[in-house]
């Protein structure tokens, strides 16, 4: 055989290299359709089994000296186990280097931080450096228009001003640019894009005057000559690196309430008021923001009035319900909110890809026996779960539930969510809460609505059914933590009355009524995420983003 001649050639010239340590040749073998070896052994004193010729393991040949000997001989006795401990030995070394990588990155953030947070910076001048590309003939080329710099060879400008320090990249700040010949001055929209910055892009001349940073640049994008200079407002740029995403800031402003809480910071608001004064408006989504839910008071007795409500934040969510639907008991409803009937804690339209971020019910009739309104915070009953039973709030992240509308032919809709969605779409919640840290992940939705759930898919396997006994039992301590009596704040809706509430983190629910006296009608609207976020953006802009006015909260 071919590559037994070739161990054999191996072995002759080991020999004649004057090597005379233990020696053993593996030489391949097929039987039965599988590879295994004959090892046989030459020279030394191992010892061999049977008839000392062959013996099953696997396929190596190894001259073997000292400590290498030894891990040899382990193989060969105990293949199976000698691999396994060799695999386990890798496994424990990757996460002590992912745990140097984060304990540098920690550190690094926290050096940050701390720049950060020296914000006294009144009067100081400020001081601009330009670093120089040292080692600039190290500059790689793979094509005209591709340059590749490293990071310690490109230029980096400097800014300090009373203890603000910061080190910008260059290509970063051109990128920033935002001259009449970068952004359109009337649609403001970018002129250029990111990609056509070379690397090798650097600031020639720099300069600070009365709080503007001045940049010359070399190398600039094409098109861009030796007269475009780009003016940055020091604050804009202070502003720009410390700040941070602003999904990060709508997700941080949150605060969790359970009954108690909201009895105490429930916002009741003037119709007038939140429809004639932007101050009040922004008193309302900040409350919205922070704690998913406020009402309105004093709303005229008209059906378009919750079109109004929901028009001064912006455009209203279209569905097949309508722009605006009617809540009211109905014969053969096709929606259990449609009945008399108890309707227990959900949210709205999880069958489809996006539900609605706000929903709003206004009370036009309400003099039926019962029929009150329960709220209950479920963005609170993920973070106890946390506390409580990490593994369970990590079952939660993961397992995806699927929910339906299906009432065909006219309407089908059928998608699936995990009960807890974080704000990273590939974060790994801990099974087990870490020594000394009680923070929750960072969870940007939320999603329950049992009446509304759709078949699971059939577990076929043992793994498939664990996961799902699994995610079974989450369920029950989810659902007792949201429907807990101390959880549920309860209201019942009177005519001229509005409640606005966050869909996918409060919790909604309604006791039954009685048809047989009065009646109970509602009317109601949806909006959208990126609707409510741009308005409570342009409101912050302007009045700031202090706390609620302590004058528009009533108990």
Request: net charge positive; with cysteine; hydrophobic share 35%.
């Amino acid at each position: 055989m071919a590559a037994h001649r070739m161990c054999l050639r191996s072995l002759a010239y080991a020999r004649e290299r004057g090597v005379k340590e233990q020696l053993w040749l593996a030489v391949p073998l097929r039987v039965g359709g599988r590879s295994y070896s004959a090892v046989r052994y030459h020279g030394g004193a191992l010892p061999t089994k049977g008839d000392g010729k062959e013996k099953l393991g696997p396929a190596y040949f190894s001259l073997a000296t000292g400590k290498q000997k030894e891990k040899q001989e382990r193989l060969m006795k105990n293949p199976e186990a000698e691999r396994s401990s060799r695999v386990n030995k890798a496994a424990k070394r990757i996460p002590r280097q992912y745990q140097r990588q984060a304990a540098a990155a920690s550190e690094q953030n926290h050096h940050n931080a701390a720049q950060s947070i020296q914000e006294a910076m009144k009067g100081a001048p400020v001081q601009t450096t330009v670093q120089p590309n040292e080692g600039a003939e190290a500059v790689s080329r793979r094509g005209p228009d591709k340059r590749s710099i490293p990071l310690k060879q490109r230029t980096i400008i400097q800014i300090t001003e009373d203890g603000w320090f910061n080190r910008l990249d260059p290509v970063w700040l051109r990128d920033s640019c935002t001259c009449s010949r970068c952004v359109d001055p009337s649609t403001r929209q970018k002129l250029f894009q990111t990609s056509d910055i070379p690397g090798d892009c650097q600031a020639s001349y720099s300069k600070e005057d009365n709080g503007t940073f001045t940049v010359h640049w070399a190398n600039d994008v094409a098109g861009y000559d030796s007269n475009h200079v780009s003016e940055y407002s020091l604050e804009a740029i202070k502003k720009q690196v410390l700040k941070a995403p602003a999904s990060s800031n709508i997700i941080r402003s949150r605060k969790p309430w359970d009954k108690k809480t909201m009895e105490e910071k429930v916002m009741w608001l003037d119709y007038d008021e939140y429809v004639n004064r932007d101050e009040t408006l922004f008193d309302a989504l900040k409350q919205l923001q922070i704690y998913g839910l406020v009402f309105l008071r004093n709303v005229p007795d008209s059906e378009v009035e919750v079109e109004r409500i929901a028009g001064r934040i912006g455009n209203l969510r279209d569905t097949f319900y309508g722009r605006t639907w009617d809540v009211k008991s109905v014969v053969n409803a096709k929606n259990i909110a449609y009945t008399h009937q108890y309707l227990g804690l959900h949210m709205d339209l999880l069958y489809m890809k996006h539900p609605p971020h706000i929903q709003l019910l206004h009370c036009l009739r309400s003099t039926s026996t019962g029929g009150a309104s329960l709220f209950s915070d479920a963005l609170h009953a993920a973070k106890a779960l946390y506390s409580a039973a990490p593994e369970a709030f990590s079952v939660l992240t993961k397992y995806s539930v699927p929910y339906h509308y299906d009432h065909a032919p006219a309407h089908h809709y059928a998608y699936t969510h995990p009960t807890i969605e974080l704000a990273w779409a590939h974060a790994r919640p801990p099974t087990a809460a870490l020594p000394g840290r009680t923070a929750t992940p960072p969870i940007v939705h939320l999603n329950w609505s049992p009446p509304f759930q759709a078949p699971f898919w059939v577990p076929r396997h043992d793994v498939a059914r664990d996961n799902f006994r699994a995610f079974q039992a989450a369920t029950r301590d989810f659902g007792r933590l949201v429907e807990h009596d101390d959880a549920i704040f309860e209201h019942r809706l009177g005519p001229g009355e509005c409640v606005l509430f966050v869909n996918r983190r409060v919790l909604h629910a309604r006791r039954a009524f009685d048809v047989g006296e009065g009646e109970r009608w509602l009317k109601g609207a949806y909006l959208d995420s990126d609707v409510f976020e741009s308005k409570l953006r342009v409101l912050t802009a302007r009045f700031g983003g202090g706390q609620v006015a302590a004058d528009a909260v009533a108990g």
